[in-house]
């Protein structure tokens, strides 16, 4: 059972937590929070079917959703979510019964029949309407009904954060997939082609002329990244050799970039899949195979349909976030979206309060595809070079319970943590364990943040709980300070400007020396050290591995 109950921090009025002082609304408790109307019916499949017409941006359709009831005691109402102006016209029953309903907001109250706990049934939600339209995909969310480079239609949806329910009825919370997957039938006019995530099912000509297309999954799925892509595509496919056995890849492109992307894609997934399998393990969805999609947007990682639009370049549609130069050789969306496959998509966070597991994982997966290609020095340049991406104006973690995203820092800082945790247990067969580990243990699972943070400190040994604290709940840079006592040819060394109980161990490393400190906030400790060693406490050496400000004192106080 994927469902989980999640505690809601913040309700119906003020709510302060990780420095956040922000006015949430009962529409962000009902959207962000396992509702007691969502808490008694578990998820187990949505079959989504959708019509849309490009001309009038209207579409209509309806989600089967298969359920399980989880509670014996339960509400006879059940929360449906579909964003306005979207609107459900009717529910059916288990294919017998109309159910009737009344709308608040962005939520539908349905009245249901006497259910047994364990048993099955099924919501078949019929809904219309002109959805909302992405201004600025996919950064803001919504159908995009926009035109290929030949004024064709070309469509496709984007919704992470704003949620599922933009453009379909669904329970849109992440803490519950579809257990047994999902399937996605889109019918459009002949000339065009319907993709979606998973495997071709199949494909229906219409006497109209429209023709249906279904796609299926078989691993469960977050609502957000299931998703359909509509336009003038091509197909070409291959097999890869992964370290599950052979992987089917197929790459979907807008049929005049054919020749360019069969000459350009392949290498960077190939490269993209090499380094990941390594590090992270098998890529999680062998079943439903990977697929490339080009799009008019950026991209997106939405489930074994990974979305592409970086033009056929090395960087971020030209740019390097690092400002090295190594992030302009190698395909900046292909490689980071791919990367949620494991982080995001494989491992979900049951709150989007928690995104950072989602993305400062994804982050640091750009940094380990650097490290596997050109080696570990080159990782540590381009991870502290994205450093210049970091704010530190307001905290990685928000509200729980309210769907509060938290700050953009979520990406580089977290990318930086994370190498710092790294370098400070100072052994990468073990950080790889604990990376693959991670992807099998919560496979296919939906989690809180703190089950990740807890797994890497049991399996690194090292309990590192407030360094996870420091760098997602604070916005103040640690100092490291540095006395030198030449006198007793000792170094003595403290955090400040830290919580209290920062206490990230730190490995020093040269070509024939080591030593491993152990600062902790607000206290001195020292270390012997010799003619040969001091040199690893030079400052810029500490803070290119670390994410720390170090501080060289005259004085002791």
């Not at 984007?158 to 889109?186: F, V």
Request: some cysteine; glycine content about 8%; proline content about 5%.
């Amino acid at each position: 059972m994927r469902i989980r109950k999640l505690i809601v921090i913040a309700s119906l009025g003020l709510s302060s937590f990780a420095g956040f002082a922000q006015q949430f609304t009962k529409a962000d408790t009902l959207r962000g929070s396992i509702t007691p109307q969502r808490a008694w019916w578990d998820v187990m499949r949505y079959d989504i079917a959708v019509q849309p017409v490009y001309k009038t941006k209207y579409t209509s359709g309806y989600n089967e959703i298969t359920y399980k009831v989880v509670q014996e005691e339960h509400p006879d109402v059940m929360q449906l979510d579909l964003q306005e102006p979207l609107v459900i016209d009717r529910i059916l029953f288990d294919d017998s019964t109309e159910l009737t309903f009344r709308r608040e907001g962005n939520v539908y109250w349905v009245i249901t029949e006497p259910q047994q706990l364990n048993s099955e049934h099924t919501v078949k939600v019929f809904f219309s309407g002109n959805p909302h339209v992405a201004v600025r995909p996919p950064w803001d969310g919504g159908w995009s009904f926009s035109e290929d480079k030949e004024g064709r239609p070309l469509m496709t949806v984007t919704c992470q954060g704003l949620g599922a329910s933009i453009w379909y009825p669904n329970k849109d919370h992440q803490s519950d997939e579809p257990d047994r997957g999902a399937s996605l039938t889109m019918r459009v006019p002949g000339e065009l082609t319907a993709i979606a995530n998973g495997r071709l099912l199949n494909k229906t000509e219409h006497k109209d002329g429209t023709t249906s297309y279904k796609w299926g999954v078989e691993n469960p799925i977050s609502n957000y990244t299931l998703i359909p892509y509509i336009g003038h595509y091509e197909n070409f496919k291959e097999v890869y050799p992964g370290v599950k056995g052979d992987l089917d890849l197929n790459y979907w492109v807008l049929d005049y970039n054919l020749e360019k992307a069969k000459d350009y894609m392949p290498n960077e997934v190939h490269n993209m899949l090499n380094a990941f399998e390594y590090w992270f393990g098998p890529y999680p969805f062998y079943e439903d195979g990977y697929k490339l999609i080009e799009v008019n947007n950026t991209g997106m990682e939405h489930q074994s349909a990974v979305s592409y639009g970086n033009y056929y370049a090395g960087g971020y549609r030209g740019r390097d976030g690092s400002g090295t130069g190594l992030g302009l050789t190698w395909d900046f969306i292909i490689i980071h979206e791919s990367g949620h496959e494991w982080f995001g998509n494989n491992i979900t966070t049951n709150d989007l309060a928690d995104m950072y597991v989602h993305e400062s994982f994804t982050n640091y997966s750009e940094t380990l595809f650097v490290d596997y290609n050109y080696g570990p020095e080159a990782a540590n340049d381009y991870n502290y070079g994205i450093r210049q991406g970091i704010g530190n104006k307001t905290p990685i973690i928000p509200a729980y319970g309210v769907n509060a995203q938290g700050s953009g820092d979520m990406y580089p800082k977290g990318g930086n943590m994370l190498h710092s945790i790294r370098h400070s247990i100072n052994n990468d067969q073990l950080f790889r364990n604990i990376l693959a580990g991670l992807n099998q243990t919560f496979h296919n699972q939906t989690v809180d943040g703190k089950q990740i943070q807890d797994y890497i400190s049991r399996k690194a040994g090292f309990d590192y709980s407030h360094v996870f604290q420091q760098y997602l709940t604070e916005i103040e840079i640690p100092t490291l300070q540095l006395y030198v006592d030449a006198k007793n040819h000792e170094m003595k060394y403290r955090y400040v400007n830290s919580l209290p109980e920062f206490n990230l161990p730190l490995s020093l490393v040269g070509t024939s020396e080591e030593l491993k400190i152990y600062p902790v906030a607000n206290k001195w400790k020292s270390i012997a050290i010799t003619n040969k060693n001091q040199y690893l406490f030079t400052p810029a050496r500490i803070e290119y591995r670390y994410y720390l400000n170090v501080e060289l004192v005259t004085k002791l106080d």
